[in-house]
């Protein structure tokens, strides 16, 4: 009984760990991407371009993920962790506590970089907080769809979007492939952020995370903007959550498909070398 118990604890401290490290990471990775858009938009310009945002959230991915990846493995962003547990990669229990740690952890940085850039953020909307017009603020927090494109465009580019980051994710990471090493792979994974921002980018923002857009639009009603943050954009908030979900399973089918399926495991190819060896000796 006293084995049994421990056990428990033992495994109770480890959700309770990685729920933490994804607390931190998403913290790490959502303060770099949210104050850098918030200098560009209350700087008018002056303080940045597209190109800052870009260069911002992939320095938030990269730092995030060495925070949490060595506890957590560092998902970060809700649809890996879902399309993780349908795969049988983690428990349900475990996925629930990855998902509160992303959340709690992207919306105490929408709530710091408010707090950070409270002073500019009033100066610039001469106190009227809004989601759209001249001088709308909304979009620092979380993502909004252009002007030109309609629902069901918004919907599809997230959802490619999100199949490249998982694809570029896989091909980093896959020991029975071409992986990088493990120091390198953070800062790879930064620069495919980065990519995905730089090429597909215009229409959505690329949310390509419910955990990077839902808790900062939770934090945009509570502090001022009001529920139009849900109704905007024909209610475009629902998209940069299950769109992402379906790009992630998507692109790890896609990759299985045509990639992991044909793949001798890393040890049987290891093994084949040598065998190669000897008898070319």
Request: contains cysteine.
């Amino acid at each position: 009984m006293l084995e049994k118990t421990k056990k428990v604890l033992r495994i109770k401290n480890s959700t309770i760990r990685k729920m933490l490290a994804e607390a931190l990471g998403t913290f790490i990775l959502m303060v770099f991407g949210l104050s850098t858009v918030a200098q560009v938009i209350l700087g008018k310009g002056n303080n940045g371009q597209y190109l800052s945002i870009n260069l911002g959230f992939g320095i938030g991915v990269t730092m995030g993920i060495y925070a949490a990846g060595g506890i957590s493995g560092a998902h970060l962003n809700a649809a890996i962790s879902i399309t993780q547990c349908i795969l049988g990669n983690i428990s349900w229990t475990t996925l629930a506590a990855y998902i509160l740690g992303q959340f709690l952890g992207s919306f105490l940085a929408a709530a710091t970089v408010f707090a950070l850039y409270y002073d500019a953020l009033y100066d610039y909307t001469n106190g009227s907080l809004t989601v759209s017009g001249p001088t709308a603020t909304a979009m620092i927090f979380s993502t909004y769809t252009a002007p030109n494109v309609s629902l069901q465009g918004a919907f599809f580019t997230e959802f490619m979007a999100t199949i490249m980051l998982i694809l570029g994710i896989l091909v980093i990471q896959d020991e029975k492939n071409n992986a990088a090493i493990k120091g390198a792979q953070p800062m790879l994974m930064g620069i495919l952020v980065v990519g995905i921002g730089l090429g597909m980018g215009m229409n959505t923002g690329y949310a390509i995370n419910p955990s990077r857009d839902l808790p900062p639009r939770i934090f945009t009603a509570m502090a001022g903007w009001g529920m139009a943050v849900f109704t905007a954009d024909h209610a475009w908030w629902w998209v940069p959550i299950i769109a992402p979900i379906l790009g992630c399973l998507a692109g790890v089918f896609i990759y299985k498909l045509c990639i992991d399926f044909h793949n001798h495991p890393a040890l049987e190819t290891e093994h084949e070398k040598e065998q190669t060896g000897t008898e070319t000796s």
